[in-house]
C-alpha cells in the first residue's frame, strides 16, 4: 500500500502538476501505439514537452508586462481590462487556476477524455448522427483550458478528477455536435470538398449560413468592389497584432501618462523618452504572443499527428474538422479582408460604448477573435447573401464579441487575470452554458449536454435525403 501511496504521490508532484511533461508523455505513448519507432517516440515526447515550456516562457512575459497596465487602470479608473483572445484567455485561466492551487494538467486529462468521446460519438454514428471528428489541435487545447476554469468555478467540489471528466464530456460533445452543425454550409462553399470547420465559430457560421440569405442578395458579390491595396498589410498577423496592441495600449499608456508609470513602472528607465517605451511596451505584448504562439504550435502539431493517426485507424471515411482558414480558398478573397474591417469596427463601436456607459471591465480588441472569427463568418456570408450580408453580419458579430465578452469576464470572475477566450462561441453559447451551470449546478450541466445531443438527431430528421448523410455525398440545398 506504501508503495502505491508514493508512486502516486510521485506522479502527481512530477508529472500532474508538470503540464510540460504529461503533455510529452501523451504524445510519446500515442506514438507507441501507433507502432512507431522508439526514436520517433523520443523526438515527440522532446518536441511536446519543450513547446509547452516555449509557451510557459510567452505566457509569463504577458503576465509580466500586463500587469503593470492592468493595476494602473484599477488604481486610477477603478477599471479591469481583459483583452478578448484565446492566447490571452489561455494566460489569464493559467493565472486563475494558480490562485486557487491548481495546474492545467487537469486540462490535459480533459482533452484526452474529450477526444476519446468525439471518436465513441462517430462510432455510434447509428444513434448519435455525428460524423465529423474535431482535430485542430491547438483550438482543442485552448477551449479544453477555457471550459476547465468555466467548469471548475461552477462546481468547486469537483476541481479533481471527476472535475477533468465533467471538463472532458462538455467539451467532447460541442467538438463532436459543433463541427457536425457546419456541414451543410462548409459543403456548399466548397462544392463537397469533404473537411468542415473545427474552430471557434462553428455555431456562428451555421447561423450565419441561415441568415445571410434572408439579409442580402447573392449575386452583388465583394469581388466586384476595387479595394486600395495598402489594406492587404493587415493579411500579416504580427502586422495587424502588432498595429491593435499599438492602438490599443498605446492610447491607455497615454492616458494614465508619463508621470504615472515612470511612478509603477520599475521597468521605465529615467533616460528612455514615453514615446519610445509606449512603442516598446505595445510591442511587446505581439513578441510574447508571437512565442506562446510558437510553443503552442510546437507541442500541438506533435499532439495532433499522435491523435490523428488514432482516429484514422479506429474511424476510416470519418469527415474531418479543421481550422477555419481552409475555407478561405473557396470564398471571395476579398471577403477575409471585409470581415476583419467589419468586425473590427463592430468592436471599436462596442468598446466606445463600453467607456459611455462606464462599464466597470474595458475589453481590448484581441487578433484571433477580430480576425479569424469575422474573416469566416464574412466568407460564409458572402456565399449566401454576398456584399450586405458579408459586411452587416461580421459588424454584428464584433459588437457581440466585446459586450458579451465583458459579460463573460464578470460572470466568469477573469476581471484580475486580464484575459477572456473572446471568440463567438465562447462569448454566446458557453455563456449561456456557464450562467446554467452556475444557477442550475449539476442540472444546467446536464441540460447542456443534452440539448447539443439533440441537434445532430434534429439536424438527420430535416434532410431530405438520409442515404446522403453518412456518405459524404452531403446535400449542398438546404438544411
Sequence with gaps: MELLISSFEFFVNNILTKAEFFVGILVFIGYLLLKKPIHQAFSGFIKATVGYMILNVGAGGLVKTFRPILAGLNDRFGLNAAVIDPYFGLNAVNSALESIGLTTSWTMIALLVGFILNILLVLFRKFTKIRTLFIT??????????????????????????????????????????????????????????????????????????????????????????????????HDNIVATGTLMIVFFGTILIILGEEYMRKIDPTFPQNLSFITYILSKSLSFSVYLAILMMGVRMFVSELTESFQGISNRILPGVMPAVDCAAVYGFGSQNAVLF?????????????????????????????????????????????????????????????????????????????????????????????????????????????????????????????????????????????
Excluded at 489541435?137 to 479533481?160: C, E, K, L, S
Excluded at 467538438?175 to 466548397?190: E, H, M, S
Excluded at 463537397?192 to 441568415?211: P, S
Excluded at 441540460?447 to 446522403?468: A, D, G, T
Design 339 to 479: 470581415g476583419f474591417i467589419f468586425g473590427a469596427l463592430g468592436q471599436f463601436v462596442a468598446i466606445a460604448g463600453l467607456l459611455i456607459f462606464k462599464s466597470p471591465i474595458l475589453i481590448i480588441t484581441g487578433f484571433v477573435p477580430v480576425f479569424f472569427d469575422n474573416a469566416t463568418i464574412a466568407i460564409f456570408a458572402e456565399k449566401r447573401g454576398g456584399a450586405r450580408a458579408a459586411t452587416l453580419l461580421p459588424f454584428a458579430c464584433g459588437i457581440l464579441q466585446v459586450t458579451l465578452g465583458a459579460v463573460c469576464v464578470a460572470v466568469f470572475k477573469l476581471q484580475n487575470f486580464g484575459g477572456w477566450h473572446g471568440n463567438i462561441d465562447q462569448s454566446t453559447l458557453w455563456l449561456g452554458q456557464g450562467l446554467l451551470m452556475n444557477n442550475l449546478g449539476m442540472i444546467g450541466y446536464i441540460i447542456s449536454i443534452v440539448i447539443m445531443l439533440i441537434i445532430p438527431i434534429l439536424q438527420y430528421k430535416k434532410v431530405n435525403n438520409p442515404e446522403f448523410y453518412f456518405n459524404n455525398e452531403v446535400e449542398t440545398t438546404e438544411y
Design 137 to 234: 489541435g491547438h483550438i482543442m487545447v485552448q477551449q479544453a483550458t477555457t471550459a476547465t476554469w468555466i467548469i471548475f468555478y461552477a462546481f468547486p467540489q469537483y476541481r479533481n478528477a471527476t472535475g477533468a471528466i465533467l471538463i472532458g464530456v462538455f467539451v467532447g460533445v460541442y467538438w463532436a455536435v459543433a463541427t457536425n452543425l457546419t456541414v451543410g454550409a462548409t459543403q456548399r462553399l466548397t462544392d463537397g470538398a469533404g473537411f468542415v470547420v473545427g474552430h471557434q465559430q462553428m455555431f456562428a457560421v451555421w447561423l450565419t449560413d441561415k441568415i445571410a440569405p434572408k439579409i442580402g442578395n447573392e449575386n452583388k458579390r465583394l469581388d466586384d468592389l476595387k479595394l486600395p491595396e495598402w489594406l492587404s498589410i493587415f
